[in-house]
């Protein structure tokens, strides 16, 4: 399964959205390509969030702007694809190549792709490489996901965690699944090589505490993971609500502090992010 491929072609009433985040010791920034093909105003943007700014902007484009075609995603004359980005709008110019991709090895949602709901998430990469033309000249490491679908669900959380030798794709919520509601999630934790899976549809099971910080307990077989996680400089970002119109308040930041603690059996590790993408709209 292509997770990057274009899904869309321009239902009604649909969006679609990459969303690719670039991160060194001195540069923190998601760019999320997307269209919306909402009746009443279809449209594709490119939002910018850059995390040590703690700023936001939207850039706005006409729906003829967007394209997918030798599997890349075209907005104007920004363009996105499994091996190059390049962004060029407001202040903006980034320009370079990708590799090095880790892969998640098959979908984040597993059978669920296949339900009818309103919001579906994949996991692209959990982690690559960027060569890119940015002020520090360092490696910048990548990550992409993207969704698409008709609308945000009502409560959801999501958390991407980069770690020096890992990393931990997590989000849940309530899925409409018509003519009922239930729950699910899937957490990705990758490290020395190894891809560890907790999800809904693989059986593990999942607890949350609200607090200061939001406390989950996943486990799966053998397998326990804890982490706790603190929101960090929140800002709103744009989302999909009814008919996927943009006007959604997402609240996210990019600097929440993570603690990750992994068990099976004997073995023991903690990891810490203080540089983590966080939305906790599951209480909003």
Request: proline letters at 4%; hydrophobic letters at 40%; charged letters at 30%.
């Amino acid at each position: 399964m292509n997770t990057f491929a274009y899904r869309g072609k321009r239902k009604r009433d649909y969006f679609e959205g990459w969303y690719l985040r670039l991160f060194n010791n001195d540069v923190n920034m998601a760019f999320i390509f997307a269209v919306t093909f909402n009746q009443d105003d279809p449209h594709a943007f490119i939002q910018v969030f850059d995390g040590r700014s703690v700023s936001t902007e939207y850039f706005r484009f006409p729906l003829e702007a967007f394209r997918y075609e030798d599997a890349t995603v075209f907005i104007g004359e920004n363009r996105l694809s499994e091996s190059h980005v390049r962004v060029k709008v407001g202040g903006y110019d980034i320009d370079g190549t990708i590799s090095d991709h880790v892969l998640p090895g098959r979908s984040s949602i597993g059978l669920l792709r296949y339900a009818p709901l309103q919001c579906f998430q994949e996991v692209v990469w959990l982690s690559a490489s960027a060569d890119i033309a940015m002020p520090d000249g360092e490696k910048t490491e990548v990550y992409l996901e993207k969704t698409y679908g008709r609308r945000f669900p009502k409560r959801w959380f999501w958390l991407h965690a980069p770690f020096d030798d890992g990393v931990l794709s997590f989000a849940g919520g309530i899925v409409p699944v018509p003519p009922f509601e239930t729950f699910a999630f899937f957490a990705l934790f990758h490290h020395e090589e190894e891809t560890v899976r907790f999800a809904t549809y693989n059986r593990a099971s999942l607890r949350i505490e609200e607090g200061k910080t939001v406390s989950f307990l996943l486990k799966k077989g053998g397998h326990t993971l804890f982490i706790d996680a603190e929101r960090g400089d929140e800002v709103p970002l744009v989302g999909p609500g009814e008919r996927a119109r943009m006007q959604e308040r997402v609240m996210e930041s990019l600097n929440a502090k993570v603690r990750l603690r992994y068990m099976k059996g004997e073995r023991r590790m903690e990891r810490r992010s203080a540089e983590a993408g966080f939305e906790w709209m599951y209480n909003e």
